[in-house]
C-alpha cells in the first residue's frame, strides 16, 4: 500500500490513504524521523522512499517539506565532502527530481554526467527533468541514449511511451508500453498507463 501511494497514480490512493492512517495514526512522526535518521547515516535512496510515502499521505504537509529540507542538506554536505563524486550529484538530482524541482534536478543530473555518471539510470533521470520542463527533443535524446546503453531497460521504455504520448503520438507510445509489458508483464507505469 505505501507503494502504491508514494507513486501516487493508482485510482485505489485515497482508500489506502485512508486506510493507513487509521490503523497508523502515528505514522508522521514515525517515518519523519526514520527518514532522518537514514539520511544522516547516507542511506538517502531510502529516506527519499520514506520521504516519497509522506509526502503521498500527506501532500502539502509542513513536516513533509522540513524533512525533505533536512534530506537534501544531508546530500548536500556529502556533495561539499566528495564534490567529484558523481553519484552524490546523481541522488541530489533524483532528489530534486522528487520534489517536481525539475531544472535543479536536471542540472545535478547534467553534473553527475560531466563526472563520468552516464549510465542508462542517469541518463533516465535527466530525460524525465527535460521532459517535464518542457524539452521533449532533449529527453528523446537522452532516453535514445539511455536505451542504446541498456536496451531491456523497462523504465526507459516506459519513459518513451510517457514521452509519445505528451507528444501527441497515441501510437508510438502504445508500443513502447506494449514493449515494455512483453518485458515485464506487471511493469505497474505500463500497466497503468495502457489502462488510462
Request: aromatic share 10%; hydrophobic share 45%; net charge negative.
Amino acid at each position: 500500500m505505501l507503494k502504491v501511494i508514494a507513486d501516487g497514480t493508482s485510482e485505489w490512493i485515497g482508500y489506502y490513504r485512508d486506510f493507513v492512517l487509521a490503523v497508523r495514526p502515528g505514522i508522521l512522526e514515525e517515518f519523519t524521523e526514520a527518514a532522518i535518521l537514514k539520511a544522516r547515516n547516507g542511506d538517502y535512496d531510502f529516506a527519499l522512499e520514506i520521504l516519497g510515502v509522506l509526502r503521498g499521505l500527506f501532500p502539502g504537509h509542513q513536516d513533509c517539506h522540513k524533512t525533505e529540507s533536512v534530506i537534501l542538506d544531508c546530500i548536500r554536505s556529502y556533495i561539499e565532502n566528495h564534490p567529484t563524486a558523481w553519484n552524490g550529484w546523481f541522488l541530489l538530482g533524483w532528489a530534486l527530481r522528487r520534489l517536481g524541482r525539475w531544472a535543479d534536478g536536471a542540472a545535478a543530473f547534467g553534473k553527475a554526467i560531466e563526472l563520468g555518471g552516464a549510465g542508462s539510470d542517469v541518463l533516465n533521470e535527466l530525460a524525465i527533468c527535460l521532459m517535464e520542463s518542457g524539452d521533449p527533443q532533449g529527453a528523446r535524446r537522452r532516453l535514445e541514449a539511455a536505451l542504446r546503453s541498456d536496451p531491456e531497460n523497462i523504465k526507459t521504455i516506459s519513459n518513451l511511451g510517457v514521452l509519445a504520448l505528451k507528444s501527441g503520438n497515441k501510437a508510438e507510445a502504445d508500443a513502447f508500453f506494449r514493449a515494455a509489458l512483453d518485458l515485464d508483464p506487471e511493469d505497474a507505469i505500463a500497466n497503468e498507463w495502457l489502462k488510462s
